[in-house]
């Protein structure tokens, strides 16, 4: 297991719903959080993304909800990469908070590089992110990320 | 195409990132809002919930990000039923914007029927909610929703 810390927030009271847990949609309000932060480690936060007018744009996320999250508990996030190519990276998330031994939640992320002219495309990571990419993935190797992973959702029709 | 409206938010401007769209996690949010609402169109709303101790949670989520949404734009999700069993709702979503065709975003859902006892586990429909699901696919049959669908993520190693 090579997951890295990469972000942590405390849930906030807002964020609690009628059912007296963190709603569905916080997790991956904090986990956006958490890509920013990782964009931050490979090397395209602010002053790169003003410099060149690169980003990362979200593609596709898989998400599994696994444990109730409480008003008390902060939400830590770690990360692996998957994979990346030329343009794309590919993230696995826990999501955990101190009292549970298992992450609470899980995600993957496929992310897009973006050069935004005036018409956004997507756009090759430059050698020093390609670099970034690779020195989070030497700490963060993916290859044995237990997930549970993506996949195609289905049930038997009634 | 039968997929049937929903829910409608227009952006707020706390949702705009860095990137000058709307930061993927709020698409979420929204669509959360709107699987209350679709809650509430099956029967299992606040009543419902109050009454019995039983709710919804969510299992998955599968998430595809298509077009960039802006601060000017209003979120409008469709749904459609998937699949349900006993105690299980499996749904569709797409978010449309009034200046794009085709939807901006689309998400699949897997809802688990639960009843909050002293733990939280999995209990069967009642015959009311499998008839009030039954009545949103008469609406909205997901047969042909064309997606795009859920997936395992994957891209080559380089």
Redesign the interface.
């Known amino acids: 297991m090579a997951a890295v810390p990469i972000y942590r927030a405390p849930v906030q009271p807002a964020w609690i719903d ?3 847990h963190l ?4 997790y ?2 904090v ?2 959080d958490a890509i920013d932060a990782l964009m931050e480690r490979v090397g395209i936060g ?1 002053a790169y ?1 003003e410099r060149t007018r690169n ?1 990362l ?9 696994l444990e ?1 999250v409480k008003a008390s508990d902060t939400l830590e996030i770690e990360a692996v990469v ?5 343009k ?1 990276l ?1 993230i696995g998330c826990d999501v955990r908070v101190a009292r549970h031994p298992k992450p609470v939640a899980t995600a ?1 992320f ?1 992310l897009l590089h973006v050069h ?1 002219g005036a018409t ?1 495309g997507a756009a090759p990571f430059p050698p020093e992110i390609l670099a970034g990419i690779e020195r989070l993935r030497a700490e963060a190797d993916g290859s044995d990320w237990a997930g549970p ?10």
Chains 1, 2 share one sequence.
Not at 82 to 86: I, N
């Open positions: 009628y059912n007296g709603r569905d949609a916080y991956v309000v986990l956006s602010a993304r980003t744009y979200s593609l596709e996320m898989h998400m599994h909800w109730e998957l994979g990346a190519d030329q794309r590919h993957e496929m935004q956004p992973r993506s996949r195609e959702l289905a049930l038997k029709r009634r």
